[in-house]
């Protein structure tokens, strides 16, 4: 970017939504900018906008994680272009999406048309995102990806199957949002003893007169 003017940008595609994560886009995109910084041949402090905390945070560490080879990678071009003893830096500094940032919103842009498959012509891409046989490398499938596919498959499934119970449309009347984690989110911090107690007062199965009287256990509903 000059100013609000983007000069030149690279995309990479890395994939289908069902095995790469949000968070490696983040990083090919942080790896993408470091090359558009040395082809600038950029002086001074150089700043990178990211509107992702966790891939900042990733910058500075040391422990092994799904997806951080890819920061790796960043770490290694950035070593090629601010070598050791450099005067010159790389600022990193989160730049929150929608907020109508001028180079947010066009890195968005072009992240849309690499979703669809729209690659820059692979000479265009740094060396560390190339094979020896100079095509675009291809991204080992994500743990995170394979886990948060699993999970939704999971949940579809339960939810599938408690629609077609006969009891559901009994819930509905108690909870018109079920189902969904609304009300274990609001118990997730209490002693089971009390999430329990909650569930049996929600759904009117307590041991008080008025449900004992219901099940002919309490001669009275008066307590």
């Known amino acids: 970017m000059r100013g ?3 000069i030149r940008e ?3 595609h890395l994939g289908s939504i069902k095995e790469h994560t949000v968070y490696e886009g983040e990083l090919v995109g942080m790896i993408l900018a470091v090359e558009l910084l040395r082809e600038e ?4 402090t150089m700043a990178l906008g990211v509107d992702n905390q966790a891939a900042i945070r990733a910058t500075g560490a040391f422990n092994s994680k799904p997806g951080h080879y890819l920061m ?3 770490h290694d071009d950035l070593r090629k272009l601010i070598p050791t003893h450099d005067r ?4 990193v500094r989160w730049t929150p999406g929608h907020l109508n940032i001028p180079g947010n919103e066009a890195a968005d842009e072009q992240a849309k048309l690499a979703a669809r498959g729209d690659n820059s012509e692979t000479h265009l891409l740094p060396k560390s995102l190339r094979k020896n046989d100079n095509t675009p490398i291809t991204l080992p499938i994500s743990k995170s990806a394979l886990n948060q596919q699993f999970n939704k498959r999971i949940r579809n499934e339960a939810n599938s199957m408690m629609r077609m119970s006969p009891r559901f449309p009994l819930l509905r009347k108690i909870d018109p949002l079920a189902p969904s984690k609304h009300f274990s989110l609001l118990v997730a911090k209490l002693p089971r003893r009390h999430s329990s107690l909650l569930f049996q007062l929600r759904t009117g199965h307590i041991p008080l007169n ?3 009287h219901r099940i002919t256990k309490a001669p009275s509903p008066i307590c």
């Open 72 to 74: 790796d990678l960043f």
């Open 10 to 12: 690279k995309r990479l």
């Open 210 to 212: 008025k449900h004992l």
């Open 41 to 44: 041949r950029a002086r001074g």
């Open 88 to 91: 010159r830096k790389l600022v």
């Open 4 to 6: 609000d003017r983007a």
